[in-house]
């Protein structure tokens, strides 16, 4: 496959920019004092090391990389939003990159896990990205019969998570 360059939306698709992806844990904000970016980081759930990634687009993310999406984010999901590496809580992406440029995810916020949104596929995009299991900061998030392609662009002015909807404006939430 090769990248997908010139996105345009169709007639019926929607184009968003959702903002800033910000990374230094002090502004997501994460409890984390080694390194300038919350990349790749153990955290313990339930007997089990989840590698998390932590980072901000409009509200702090927690991102983990699973081959079982289902029972991880059932287990990770609820443990995570609330651990006390996130003072402020999180949403937790559970995601599995199935392609050069396609990226399975779920999303669990606000103590219940959701369909569709956005912000989670945006965090799962740009985990993905920042830990190299994608080439290009670009892909199709599919999420449970939703489907989103996502382009991460980076001005000098900072980094900005674009997003073109393969789905109704009905099926995707914020």
């Given at each position: 496959m090769n990248r997908i360059d010139n996105y345009v939306p169709l007639s019926g698709e929607t184009s968003v920019n959702l903002?800033?992806?910000?990374?230094?844990?002090?502004?997501i904000p994460a409890l984390h004092a080694s390194s300038p970016a919350f990349i790749c980081?153990?955290?313990?759930?339930?007997?089990?090391?989840?590698?998390?990634t932590a980072l901000r687009l409009s509200r702090p993310h927690a991102v983990i990389f699973s081959v079982n999406l289902g029972d991880d984010i059932?287990?990770?999901?609820?443990v995570l939003e609330r651990h006390?590496?996130?003072?402020?809580?999180?949403?937790?992406?559970c995601a599995r990159v199935t392609g050069e440029s396609?990226?399975?995810a779920r999303v669990w916020k606000q103590g219940r896990e959701v369909y569709g949104s956005l912000e989670g596929a945006g965090a799962a995009l740009a985990a993905a990205s920042l830990t190299g299991r994608i080439p290009y900061p670009e892909a199709y998030v599919d999420m449970q019969g939703?489907?989103?392609?996502?382009?991460?662009?980076?001005f000098k002015s900072?980094?900005?998570?674009?997003v073109h909807s393969h789905g109704s404006d009905n099926d995707i939430a914020g």
């Open positions: 903002g800033r992806v910000v990374l230094p844990p002090v502004l980081e153990p955290v313990a759930i339930g007997g089990k090391i989840f590698e998390v059932s287990a990770a999901g609820p006390p590496v996130f003072p402020e809580g999180a949403d937790v992406v396609r990226i399975a939703v489907s989103v392609f996502l382009k991460w662009e980076r900072g980094n900005m998570l674009c």
